[in-house]
């Protein structure tokens, strides 16, 4: 499996789909418009890897930061929803304008996104709603250690949309003690 890429972008189709060269060899990934409109031909870039592999063809979608292809995971986790339809809410709101239209609830903006429907915004709503960290996206490098950190303070009984507040108001030293001592501070 792919997993992250850096190369020089050879090509852009304003589809969402560049070719990436590699040592020689030019792979075609599918970005998010978000990405997509970072990208220059010629220029170089690094882009981490979602490998979706079917039975007849394998597909490499591509995203700017370990936190959003970690949501897009996470997307297409729910029932009904596909890659390109993840893609497409990516695509339709930043990362942290979808984190947050989901924490709050808030169907008619994920409706607006191409193929989803009301139903659809409340079933992603529904699965993802506290499961989908801000302190886990690229604001903090998405480190396994903020996701522990979140979830010693979830067993304390915290909320999650207290701590996401709370994480974005502290420097995260990466020490687990030193964090969940700051976080408690935060929240306190």
Same mark, same amino acid.
């Given at each position: 499996m792919i997993g992250w890429l850096k190369g020089e972008v050879r090509d852009i189709d304003p589809t969402g789909i560049v070719i990436v060269e590699t040592g020689?060899?030019?792979?075609?990934?599918?970005?998010?418009?978000?990405?997509?409109?970072?990208?220059?031909?010629?220029?170089?870039?690094?882009?981490? @890897?979602?490998?979706?592999?079917?039975?007849?063809? +394998?597909?490499?979608?591509?995203?700017?930061?370990?936190?959003?292809?970690?949501?897009?995971?996470?997307?297409?986790?729910?029932?009904?929803?596909?890659?390109?339809?993840?893609?497409?809410? +990516?695509?339709?709101?930043?990362?942290?304008? +979808?984190l947050d239209a989901i924490e709050q609830g808030d169907d008619t903006a994920l409706a607006r996104t191409p193929g989803i429907g009301k139903k659809t915004a409340q079933r992603v709503i529904l699965e993802l709603r506290g499961k989908l960290a801000q302190g886990e996206s690229s604001a903090s490098g998405g480190?396994?250690?903020? *996701?522990?950190?979140?979830?010693?303070?979830?067993? +304390?009984?915290?909320?999650?949309?207290? @701590?996401?507040? *709370?994480?974005?108001g502290i420097e995260l030293r990466g020490n687990f003690e030193a964090d969940f001592k700051l976080a408690l501070k935060a929240l306190s």
């Open positions: 020689g060899v030019g792979y075609e990934v599918t970005l998010s418009m978000q990405t997509l409109c970072n990208l220059k031909v010629g220029a170089s870039c690094e882009l981490f @890897i979602h490998t979706h592999a079917r039975e007849d063809q +394998l597909l490499l979608f591509g995203f700017a930061n370990s936190g959003e292809r970690t949501l897009f995971r996470k997307l297409t986790s729910v029932s009904g929803i596909g890659a390109k339809i993840a893609l497409n809410m +990516l695509s339709a709101m930043s990362e942290a304008q +979808l480190s396994g250690g903020s *996701a522990d950190l979140r979830s010693a303070l979830i067993n +304390l009984g915290y909320k999650p949309a207290a @701590i996401d507040r *709370a994480l974005r």
